[in-house]
């Protein structure tokens, strides 16, 4: 026992590859820990007894027993050795219970070359040959590394009785007796396949985590309170092009790091997190290696140490450049449209969309509408004037259809302060404005465009009434002839003397009567027709102004013999138009219909009734007006361009061409469609249609 | 009594040529349209006739030609408006002893009438001798 204790007390060669088995893995410490003890035991045993031991084996019995003992008691660490001829003399418990032989089937009986393959003692071969020249197989390389790699660590395979292997770490030494001659072997092996195990997982969790690292866009970083810093992968570099080994050398700190400009709010941040809850969050601006500025987000934590100084701060760098240019850019745009907003030529509202209140005019609505920005902000757009149902149309688009939206009204009637009255446009859109839904209002002052279509209108108007004059001078004719020859009749009676019988003075007065207000009605037309009308919209029913215009041409084309059929729908719902605008359109349409049919009978052809049909009625939610006449029709290629200004089929003198131009500027402005159906030589039909309006 | 037929589309002129001829002494029978004007002559056989000369359907100047044919002593006076010379003048070319312009005046009747008169006497004179 005397040998065990000094063994212990000083470090036999045999012991340091164990205590550094020992130190890689503290997993192992403690399985190791007993097996530690029986080891030192073992491996001073083993040296010392085993030189002396097997000199004097056949003359200490005794000693047997013992060495037995000790090398049983190394239960996990497979102990073997054999004598100079590499046959197994020593096989302990912990051999028999790694590789499950017993040692009465080995001692005496085998070499440790059956625990080796083939294809490891090879290799092991080809090592010590590139490393010292000599060429040995089989059972000799087992020497040859002992001899020439002495209390070296190996590792490799063993294999079971049952030709299962597991991992071992091993050192084989040669036994030595007197005279320095190699006496045997002894191979101390330890089963390592726990070890590899729990290496294989640390592996595994480390690459997992190194994984995790590389992927998440974040950079992982642990840094201190005077700035220096560590990152864990190499995605600062990508970012700053400074490489994390800069940092880790402390060559680099984070105050390298960090815009100037930056430094001070940041550094506030830090300050702050001090004072409350540890944790921050900042964005400011590094700037690279190339000079490149870089948006950082940082979410960090101060963590203290057991004497309450900080011990580090630890979080996640996030690149957050592009969010940061793209809020750059809307930024920009919206300066952008600001200007254009506040430069504008036309006013421009923005108008809340729930409580439709004014919520910013530019300086052109304030010029054009004479109040001042903060009389125009808060109240409501409707105080300068109709918009007629913008809000509501605008709010029959769908949500996701919502920003894409875009309603125009015309022909409204605004009022600049002081109540003068214009006439406007109206464009409104959604917008997002200071992130509350709202909608743009863009007003164009059309008074002027109005007045120049009215005058053309009008001017139109006056060419239709010249050419009418012939036709209106016989109509008027007649009641002023019928009063005319009663007059004349009282006056011969009187001028004779003669008696006029009551029945026929009362005759006469009432005729006279009558044809006074034919001349009246007659005027009366005239003068609505010529009049210049009011630009803004009115609910019209069709009828009238179809009533108006066969009342008008009635006459005069029942002389010429062409009649005049008209069909009326009987209540039918208003259109939103301008009376005089459509009497205007139904009487060009009518005086076109005359037209063609002039040009069939300018050609001669006789063939049945000349009539001109207008007709009203609904259809698909519109209201329908047709006018069709039996003239000379149209080809294709006319119809294509009889809306076009100065386009005519008269002879020269006879029209400008500009009729059904102008009829249909007025259509299309009270949002009616055109539709032509024309056949040559059997007529044409102009077909009307309007939007309802049921408010 | 003698006989005289207007036609005229205008019911209240054919009214007043009714008091006004009737008070010269006319037997006076009207008519609205040339057609029905021409089916009154042929039974009535007047020795004037008044026509107006624009009317729908069938005009003055064809219930002119069409009297004439039937009987080409009879005297017919057109009734014409304001700017109607073209049509006056093709009246006369038509044989009418003459036309009268709406607004009618008595003295214009009276000498269309007076004309017509003339014409007829002369021709019952050269027959009868």
């Known amino acids: 026992m005397e040998a065990i204790d000094q063994s212990v007390s000083q470090f036999s060669p045999y012991e340091k590859p164990y205590l550094n088995i020992i130190e890689e893995n503290e997993l192992l410490r403690k399985e190791i820990q007993v097996a530690r003890e029986a080891a030192d035991i073992t491996a001073n045993l083993v040296v010392k007894q085993f030189e002396e031991t097997e000199k004097i084996l056949h003359r200490f019995q005794v000693a047997s027993a013992q060495r037995k003992a000790v090398l049983d008691s190394a239960a996990d660490i497979s102990i073997i050795a054999t004598n100079k001829k590499g046959v197994i003399s020593v096989f302990n418990t912990g051999a028999e219970k790694l590789l499950r032989y017993s040692a009465e089937e080995l001692i005496g009986k085998a070499t440790p070359q059956i625990f080796h393959l083939d294809s490891e003692l090879e290799m092991l071969s080809k090592k010590l040959y590139s490393k010292y020249g000599s060429m040995v197989e089989g059972l000799d390389v087992l020497f040859e590394y002992a001899t020439r790699e002495e209390s070296e660590q190996i590792e490799c395979m063993y294999i079971r009785k049952d030709g299962s292997q597991f991992p071992v770490r091993m050192i084989i030494n040669t036994l030595r007796e007197p005279y320095d001659d190699i006496g045997g072997l002894l191979c101390i092996a330890m089963d390592v396949t726990e070890k590899k195990r729990s290496e294989k997982a640390l592996k595994e969790s480390e690459r997992k985590y190194r994984l995790l690292m590389r992927n998440i866009p974040n950079i992982v970083y642990r840094g201190n309170i005077d700035g220096s810093i560590d990152f864990f992968d190499d995605k600062i570099e990508k970012i700053t092009g400074y490489s994390k080994e800069d940092f880790l050398s402390r060559k680099k700190k984070w105050f390298d790091l960090v815009y100037k400009e930056d430094l001070e709010m940041a550094k506030e941040k830090f300050r702050e997190a001090l004072k409350t809850d540890n944790a921050y969050i900042r964005e400011y601006r590094m700037q690279a290696k190339d000079g490149k500025i870089v948006w950082i987000q940082e979410g960090s934590q101060i963590i203290y140490g057991e004497n309450g100084e900080v011990e580090f701060i630890t979080g996640a760098f996030l690149d957050i450049t592009e969010r940061k240019l793209a809020e750059q850019a809307s930024h920009e745009s919206e300066e952008k449209y600001r200007s254009l907003f506040d430069s504008g030529p036309t006013p421009i509202f923005v108008i809340d969309r729930d409580t439709k209140k004014i919520l910013d005019a530019n300086p052109m609505a304030q010029e054009t509408y004479g109040y001042s920005k903060q009389d125009l902000i808060g109240r409501p757009i409707t105080d300068l004037g109709p918009v007629d149902d913008v809000y509501t149309d605008l709010d029959t688009y769908d949500e996701k259809d919502w920003p894409k939206a875009c309603v125009v009204k015309s022909n409204i009637r605004h009022y600049k302060k002081g109540n003068k009255p214009f006439y406007v446009r109206v464009t409104a859109c959604p917008i997002s404005y200071k992130n509350r839904d709202s909608i743009i209002l863009a007003i164009t002052d059309i008074t002027e465009t109005l007045e120049k279509d009215a005058q053309l209108l009008q001017a139109s108007k006056m060419t239709t009434l010249g050419e009418m004059s012939a036709g209106i001078a016989h109509e008027l004719n007649q009641p002023l002839n019928t009063i005319k020859m009663g007059n004349e009749y009282i006056k011969m009676m009187i001028d004779k003397g003669a008696h006029i019988p009551e029945k026929e003075l009362l005759k006469v007065s009432s005729h006279v009567s009558e044809q006074v207000d034919r001349a009246a009605e007659i005027i009366n037309r005239l003068r609505d027709f010529g009049r210049k009308p009011d630009l803004a919209f009115e609910k019209v029913d069709i009828n009238n102004p179809v009533r108006a215009v066969s009342s008008i041409v009635n006459q005069q084309l029942a002389l010429q013999n062409i009649k005049v059929r008209v069909k009326l729908e009987k209540n039918l719902p208003p259109v939103l138009a301008n009376n005089n605008h459509l009497e205007q359109v139904i009487f060009n349409l009518v005086a076109n219909a005359r037209d063609a049919i002039y040009q069939k009978k300018g050609e001669g052809s006789q063939a049945g009734e000349d009539v001109i049909t207008i007709c009203t009625f609904t259809e698909n939610d519109r209201v329908v007006i047709t006018v069709s006449d039996t003239g000379i029709g149209m080809s294709d290629d006319i119809k294509d361009k009889i809306f076009e200004p100065f386009y005519t089929t008269k002879e020269v003198g006879e029209g400008m061409g500009l009729g059904l131009y102008i009829t249909y500027g007025i259509v299309k402005n009270y949002n009616g469609e055109f539709e032509i159906q024309s056949e040559e030589g059997r007529g044409s039909t102009f077909k009307l249609t309007f939007p309802y309006d049921l408010q | ?129």
């Not at chain 2, 209240?12 to 006319?26: D, E, I, Q, R, V």
């Not at chain 2, 020795?47 to 017919?76: A, N, Q, S």
């Open chain 2, 1 to 129: 009594m003698e006989k005289i037929l207007v036609i005229d589309d205008e019911k209240p002129t054919l009214s007043m040529f009714g008091l006004f001829l009737g008070a010269y002494g006319y037997e006076v029978f009207t008519a609205e349209n040339g057609l029905e004007g021409i089916e009154l002559f042929k039974k009535e056989r007047p020795p004037i006739v008044l026509t107006d000369i624009k009317m729908p359907g069938m005009d003055g100047l064809t219930v002119l030609k069409e009297i004439k044919k039937i009987d080409p002593k009879t005297e017919v006076i057109v009734i014409t408006g304001h700017g109607d010379m073209e049509l006056a003048k093709q009246a006369l070319d038509s044989d009418a002893i003459g036309f009268i312009n709406k607004p009618i005046k008595k003295e214009a009747l009276d000498e269309a009438l007076n004309k017509a008169w003339e014409r007829l006497n002369l021709q019952k004179t050269n027959s009868e001798a």
